[in-house]
């Protein structure tokens, strides 16, 4: 498993980094190896400068770290590269590495102090890396790098350019006829394992074949999620259930016979036969019907259920148009269907099937209310309606920890009833004006006209959330364009889709919610 450390970790990345360094004591100077080679002050500078680290882990042990930092839209640093000493062998540098690359957006370029103790150029090389030229080393250590003149002698700069990009292909389709021609060009995609962008009655979803680990596994890469997320399958008839899951409650029949095809994923235990990739190594399996055509035919069409997450870079909204898409993944996958927008707007509803009683585990397109008339013992996870930040072992979705749906700006969420809402957002538009920033207000039809900010923009009318939820995403999405610096959002009822849109609202701000 693969993920990013954090500030906290810091006693785990300082081992690893002294181990590796003792490692290779033959070969770098002794006044580095004889004290620890990354002193933690030292490791806070490299954070705060930037450098992310990443560290791969084995039953549950960080076994190898590495730290990147994108310096510019030239090239991307690997700062550090460490692998546990007694667990040289086994590839794990080879596996953070090719994910680290797949993160960049630019070349990457890994610059090596001590030539004579430059272990990794073998490493490097043999992953695709190049010695720069002379010339180019020396232009690099000079624009980028504050390394001292002497080392600049003795160092060594590799740098592996970003593959050509793909060429994203875009097929418009009709989203209640979609000509089958169409559909069979995306479809022949898939069974080759490759990866096509689909139009859901929710999002669009990004699909690769749920039985072919390597396309999933290049899925992540296109969205850069991470890899402890699994996607959601796929599938256009119930019985393709017994293929991905091993027991299916009995609890399920009804909800599956309402509402499938529908915004409703259901997690159950997996069978051994479905690859570790596609489920992110755990033991259950989340399963959804989709209600579009689009996306029926091209299950049909393929053979086999798909793995989809939203089709968006990791950590933006979902896409509810495929102009969404193109922005996101345009030359990172092979073809996107075109089918307008979508018609819920938020994603699925999660449900737990795999414990008793059934958890809902993300709030989505299916309203609570609706699932609880089947099955009344049904629990809400303590996520799904968090008003702050719950710590990472609560996480029982591994989406649940991600950061999510947040725009450039600082969102910052109002909640309580409306008028007192109202009078809030407009105290706090006066004082971040007074600040020198540009305001947003994220209001609704009824009470856009209240506010003087320097941009208002209605989510649609409180009195239909249903509207609200399938603006939501689009709205947060173009706030990237319209160079505001802070977007202050009201509240929505928690009722109906009103659950999942102040789930995503909660999450898009970062948990900052001010009580009105
Ligand atoms: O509406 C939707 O659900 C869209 C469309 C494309 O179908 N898909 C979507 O996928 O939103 P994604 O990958 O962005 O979100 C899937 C969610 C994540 O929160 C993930 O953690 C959770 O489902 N999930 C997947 N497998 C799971 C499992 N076995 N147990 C618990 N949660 C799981
Ligand atoms: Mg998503």
Do not use: C
Request: charged letters at 25%; glycine letters at 6%; aromatic letters at 6%.
């Amino acid at each position: 498993m693969i993920r990013k450390l954090d500030e906290k970790e810091f006693a785990v990345i300082l081992e690893i980094v002294n181990d590796a360094a003792n490692a290779y004591k033959g070969h770098i100077p002794a006044d580095r190896w004889k004290q620890p080679y990354m002193p933690p002050q030292e490791l806070q500078e490299e954070i705060r400068t930037g450098v992310q680290f990443y560290g791969l882990t084995e039953n549950n042990n960080v076994v190898a770290v590495m730290g990147i930092q994108p310096v510019s839209k030239e090239v991307t640093l690997i700062r550090h590269a460490y692998v546990l000493s007694n667990q040289q062998r086994k590839g794990h540098g080879e596996k953070l590495l090719r994910y680290l690359f797949d993160l960049a957006d630019t070349p990457t370029v890994l610059v090596g102090t001590w030539k004579a103790a430059f272990w990794a150029v073998n490493f490097y090389a043999k992953n695709g890396f190049v010695e720069v030229s002379e010339e180019e080393k020396n232009r690099l250590l000079h624009k980028y790098w504050n390394i001292p003149e002497r080392q600049v002698e003795t160092s060594t700069v590799l740098k592996m350019q970003k593959q050509p990009k793909k060429k994203t292909l875009v097929l418009q389709v009709d989203a209640q006829n979609p000509d089958p021609e169409k559909i069979k060009v995306a479809a022949e995609i898939l069974k080759k394992g490759g990866l096509a962008a689909f139009p859901t009655e929710t999002v669009y979803g990004l699909g690769a074949n749920a039985f072919n680990g390597r396309a999933v596994t290049d899925l992540f890469a296109a969205k850069n999620r991470p890899l402890d997320n699994p996607p959601i399958l796929h599938i256009n008839q119930v019985n393709q259930v017994s293929q991905l899951a091993k027991e299916v409650p009995k609890n399920a029949e009804e909800l599956m016979q309402k509402f499938w095809p529908g915004p409703l994923t259901l997690v159950f235990k997996r069978k051994d036969s479905v690859p570790k990739e596609t489920v992110a190594g755990l033991d259950t399996v989340a399963i959804r019907m989709p209600k579009h055509n689009v996306a029926l035919e091209l299950i049909k069409q393929s053979g086999t259920p798909i793995a989809a997450p939203s089709a968006n870079l990791s950590g933006k909204p979902s896409p509810t148009d495929a102009k969404h898409v193109f922005a996101d993944l345009n030359g990172r996958i092979d073809v996107i269907l075109d089918a307008g927008s979508t018609n819920i707007g938020v994603e699925s509803t999660v449900l737990d099937l795999s414990v008793d009683p059934p958890v809902l585990l993300r709030p989505g397109g299916t309203p609570f209310e609706e699932i609880k008339k089947i099955l009344p013992n049904v629990k809400l996870h303590p996520f799904v309606d968090a008003q702050k930040e719950l710590s990472l072992e609560q996480a029982r979705s591994p989406g649940m920890k991600h950061k999510h749906y947040a725009p450039n700006a600082e969102v910052i969420l109002v909640e309580g009833d409306a008028s007192a809402v109202i009078t809030k957002i407009k105290e706090l538009v006066k004082r971040y004006q007074r600040e020198g920033k540009r305001v947003a207000v994220l209001a609704t039809d009824e009470t856009q006209k209240e506010y003087t900010s320097d941009l208002v923009v209605s989510m649609g009318t409180r009195f239909n959330l249903e509207t609200i939820a399938k603006n939501l995403f689009r709205e947060l999405r173009e706030f990237d364009s319209r160079k505001v610096d802070v977007i202050l959002a009201e509240s929505v009822p928690l009722e109906g889709l009103g659950l999942a849109v102040m789930n995503r609202l909660r999450k898009a701000s970062g948990y900052h919610i001010i009580k009105a």
